[in-house]
């Protein structure tokens, strides 16, 4: 079994920032791609960001310029930077993991409990 165990959220002023990290454990062969999600209530959950196994990385439009993701030389913990930070920031933020567990090229998706991110003045 393979755990995300995410930590870094909070609450925040408008304009400051908040570094998101999440960590895998369990067994791992090797990770792809890994990303962070958010989920604000009433809404469906979206890309934030998200980086591949060559560190290619992708963001969403509302993000840009403002949200950093990195990974460590392991690729067992991934970290989202957020600056600038907004209302509409406020969601409850996931992690995500593409795993594989064994030599066998099989690839399973884990998901994080969740943490919260509020920016409120």
């Known amino acids: 079994q393979v755990q995300l165990v995410e930590s870094g959220g909070g609450l925040v002023q408008p304009g400051g920032s908040l570094r998101l990290s999440c960590a895998a454990s369990g067994t791992i062969f090797s990770i792809g791609d890994m990303g962070w999600y958010r989920q604000a209530p009433g809404k469906q959950r979206d890309l934030v960001a998200a980086?591949?196994?060559?560190?290619?990385?992708r963001y969403a439009d509302s993000v840009k310029g403002r949200f950093t993701i990195s990974t460590d030389n392991a690729r067992r913990t991934v970290v989202l930077q957020m600056n600038s930070l907004t209302f509409e920031d406020t969601a409850l933020y996931y992690c995500?993991?593409?795993?594989?567990?064994?030599?066998?090229?099989?690839?399973?998706?884990?998901w994080g409990q969740g943490t919260q991110v509020t920016v409120s003045s």
């Open positions: 980086i591949d196994s060559e560190g290619i990385t």
């Open positions: 995500n993991a593409e795993v594989q567990a064994t030599i066998a090229p099989r690839l399973n998706y884990y």
